[in-house]
């Protein structure tokens, strides 16, 4: 059974950049059968997909964040990770790391998540 | 882009039936599958439907998935609903490589 674990600081001044890194346990990186994607939902909010990346480093970002968005990989530790710039109070979410299919596109394991708020 | 629609909340008795929609403002339906999450307070979301009707093993065949093309939407239904259902709903699909949720469906059983 795959799981997914964030790790990452609660806490982040605006204009500053969040950073969180996923590890993956159970499952390899590797595997060339999944995404591994980033999507966080702010309080009472719904659920808003960040980006994703391929084990080769290929990445895809939601258009709204593209400029401020980096996702990276590191297939040595299974970790990915995702790191937003400029943050401000609207960034503050609980983000969720998932594994995706590749075929169907579903997001079939996920994280518990990391509530990061964005004050100063 | 395109966007998902759902309802904003439905409520149903136990062991009624209810059906949550999901419409795609652009594009096909049918183009792309839809996966419907459900995540109840404090949780991650699960998945309960993927590939527009497939269950996975573990969810109840009390749900169930469709899509329409003449309305261009989805349906996730749940019969002999439970108090146990009482949770958000969110649709899912993509176009591309680009990926969409809709805004979620709370479903309160009373």
């Known amino acids: 059974q795959v799981q997914l674990q964030e790790s990452g600081p609660g806490l982040v001044k605006p204009s500053q950049t969040l950073s969180l890194t996923c590890t993956v346990s159970g499952g390899s990186i590797s595997s060339g059968d999944y995404y591994w994607s980033w999507i966080r939902q702010p309080p009472g909010k719904g659920l808003e997909w960040i980006g994703y990346?391929?084990?080769?480093?290929?990445?895809y970002y939601n258009p709204s964040l593209k400029s401020r968005v980096t996702i990276s990989v590191d297939t040595s530790k299974n970790q990915f990770s995702l790191k937003l710039s400029s943050v401000t109070a609207a960034d503050t979410a609980v983000y969720y790391c998932?594994?995706?299919?590749?075929?169907?596109?579903?997001?079939?394991?996920w994280g518990q998540g990391t509530l990061v708020t964005v004050s100063s | 882009n395109f966007m998902l629609t759902q309802p904003h909340s439905v409520s149903e008795s136990p062991g009624k039936t209810v059906t949550i929609s999901c419409t795609r403002s652009?594009?096909?339906?049918?183009?792309?599958?839809v996966q419907w999450y459900q995540q109840r307070p404090g949780s991650s979301p699960t998945t309960v439907i993927y590939e527009d009707n497939q269950r996975p093993s573990g969810v109840p065949d009390r749900f169930s998935g469709s899509i329409d093309s003449s309305s261009n939407s989805a349906s996730l239904t749940i019969s002999g609903l439970k108090t146990e259902d009482e949770a958000d709903y969110y649709c899912q699909s993509y176009d591309s490589s680009n990926q969409v949720f809709g805004g979620g469906t709370k479903l309160t059983v009373l």
């Open positions: 998932a594994q995706q299919q590749l075929v169907t596109q579903t997001f079939d394991y």
């Open positions: 652009s594009g096909s339906i049918a183009s792309n599958y």
């Open positions: 990346i391929y084990y080769s480093g290929s990445t």
